[in-house]
């Protein structure tokens, strides 16, 4: 089960506190009750299937699948545009923020997410986290295949 929650960036404080890996991303299935997406990480690819996404927490499985496997998955099965973006992982305290600060047609946005081990559970906020769009389904990454960032009206 992943419990995460999402929240725009609002400045650069946080580039300094890591290094970034680029991500591609693409999605073969986003029905209501389940998605299906295809991952390269650096060298490494990544299958995940979740559960349907009713707040913010979901049933997640993941498996590693050959690069090349995942990069004609990408290029062939998934719909298009690609997701691209650029991930930086940055510990506070106990807690692990991921920063995506995404390319391509959805470049200009950037989020922060945390994941949690239960609802309740209290964290601290770093000061260039900003306004928490958990349950904003525009923000959801297969939404942003579907709906890209550039293409907003208004964020």
Same mark, same amino acid.
């Given at each position: ?39 390269? /990480?650096?060298?490494?690819? #990544? ?5 349907? +996404?009713?707040?913010?927490? *979901?049933? %997640? ?43 391509? /047609?959805?470049?200009?946005? #950037? ?5 949690? +081990?239960?609802?309740?559970? *209290?964290? %601290? ?31």
């Amino acid at each position: 089960m992943e419990l995460e929650r999402k929240f725009l960036v609002v400045d650069d404080a946080w580039k300094s506190l890591a290094d970034g890996v680029r991500h591609r991303q693409g999605y073969i299935s986003t029905g209501t009750d389940r998605t299906v997406r295809i991952r390269t /990480v650096g060298h490494r690819g #990544i299958l995940t299937i979740m559960g349907p +996404a009713g707040g913010p927490a *979901r049933h %997640e499985f993941e498996y590693d699948i050959p690069e090349a496997e995942a990069t004609v998955m990408l290029e062939q099965l998934c719909d298009q545009p690609l997701l691209e973006k650029t991930r930086f992982t940055i510990r506070i305290g106990p807690l692990t923020w991921e920063v995506d600060e995404f390319n391509g /047609v959805n470049r200009g946005l #950037i989020v922060a997410e945390v994941e949690l +081990a239960s609802t309740g559970q *209290r964290f %601290e906020r770093p000061a260039w986290v900003g306004e928490d769009v958990s349950s904003d389904p525009r923000y959801f990454d297969a939404n942003l295949v579907r709906h890209p960032y550039t293409s907003w009206t208004t964020p």
